[in-house]
């Protein structure tokens, strides 16, 4: 099994600057993708970056576009989001998640969410 642990989370100002870390362990896989969702209070969890684990190819919604930034580091098997300009509307829960196939869709495993909160 993947086990999926992140962290980073915590009580920001709108404008200021956070960095998600998610730490994989257990079982790996040759193109797999991981990916940052987001779920704001009473509203469903939206999907809003990726990065394909092999090559780094990314994708961002518009919602972030050019303020979060994500990453990995093969070595400490752990993929970043950093999220600059934050904004009340970032507040929420954020996962991550393994997609075991690269480019394909839907998420297979998921970490237990690290709550951001944004303040004015």
């Known amino acids: 099994q993947v086990q999926l642990v992140e962290s980073g989370g915590g009580l920001v100002q709108a404008g200021s600057s956070l960095r998600l870390s998610c730490v994989r362990s257990?079982?790996?896989?040759?193109?797999?993708?991981m990916g940052w969702f987001h779920q704001a209070p009473g509203k469903q969890r939206e999907e809003i970056a990726t990065?394909?684990?092999?090559?780094?190819?990314?994708w961002y919604a518009d919602s972030v576009k050019g303020r979060f930034t994500i990453d990995r580091d093969k070595d400490k098997n752990t993929v970043y989001l950093q999220m600059n300009n934050l904004e009340l509307g970032d507040t929420g829960v954020y996962y991550c998640?393994?997609?075991?196939?690269?480019?394909?869709?839907?998420?297979?495993?998921w970490g237990q969410g690290t709550q951001v909160t944004v303040s004015s």
């Open positions: 998640a393994l997609n075991v196939v690269a480019d394909t869709t839907g998420y297979d495993y």
């Open positions: 990065i394909t684990w092999n090559v780094g190819k990314t």
């Open positions: 257990g079982r790996t896989f040759e193109n797999f993708a």
